[in-house]
């Protein structure tokens, strides 16, 4: 089972470029999450979607658009990348946003800006 | 809100002895469940460990068992037999119940460091 594929795994970008961040998931999972990691910070989330078509913000948004245009993937989008947004990304899945259901995690993006 | 403290950036254990990544937790929300995340050097993300909040028993997982001290809202994890594999970081996290779609809160992260 391939459970959440991240892609890319690695990019550079430079200041001022956009991007698609790519996660798919075969779980048929109706929740959808995107992390960034940064150091002494651990994970904090950016978007969220509870459902095809839907899309909300976390706790970090600014600078990000998302879409969840099919079921099975979740785009997180940098349109004008900024130096701050360097980091690693993770998506993570889950069938339903109940307190005791796992999430499962991508294997992460590591995304530098220069 | 919710928040996950983790006090420990670096910790550090002989191979096959216990060792103790401590978390404690802030929410005013009654139903919550606490998590336990391993992220090797590799960088992906492995569940360990779960414990609800309703949970009458501390959760138990092979070598992993989570400390659950509901009034004090702490929920440490004790790592048995330390192994060379289980050198990581560790993060504890939290997802509350109700409305609040799943999304989870993580603590900074413990690196655990295992010595031979």
């Known amino acids: 089972n391939a459970g959440v594929t991240q892609t890319p795994k690695f990019r550079v970008l430079k200041t001022g470029q956009s991007m698609t961040l790519l996660c798919a998931q075969d779980m048929n999972h109706e929740y959808m999450y995107w992390y960034r990691q940064d150091p002494g910070m651990g994970l904090r989330l950016i978007h969220y979607?509870?459902?095809?078509?839907?899309?909300a913000k976390g706790e970090v948004p600014d600078g990000y658009n998302v879409s969840r245009l099919k079921k099975q993937n979740f785009l997180l989008g940098l349109e004008s990348a900024a130096p701050s947004q360097t980091s690693v990304y993770f998506c993570?899945?889950?069938?339903?946003?109940?307190?005791?259901?796992?999430?499962?995690f991508g294997q992460g993006t590591r995304l530098t800006v220069v | 809100a919710q928040k996950i403290t983790q006090t420990q950036p670096g910790m550090f254990v002989q191979e096959k002895e216990a060792v103790t990544l401590d978390c404690t937790y802030d929410?005013?929300?009654?139903?919550?469940?606490l998590f336990w995340y391993k992220q090797p050097s590799s960088g992906e993300m492995i569940f360990l460990i779960y414990?609800?909040?309703?949970?009458?028993q501390n959760a138990t997982e092979g070598r992993y068992s989570l400390n659950f001290q509901k009034a004090r809202k702490s929920a440490n994890l004790v790592i048995s037999a330390s192994q060379l594999g289980d050198s990581a970081m560790y993060f504890c996290a939290m997802r509350p119940g109700g409305t609040s779609y799943g999304k989870l809160t993580f603590g900074q992260g413990t690196i655990l460091t295992v010595h031979p």
């Open positions: 414990q609800g909040s309703y949970d009458q």
């Open positions: 993570a899945s889950s069938y339903s946003g109940r307190r005791n259901t796992e999430a499962f």
């Open positions: 979607s509870v459902g095809e078509g839907t899309t």
């Open positions: 929410t005013s929300d009654p139903s919550y469940g």
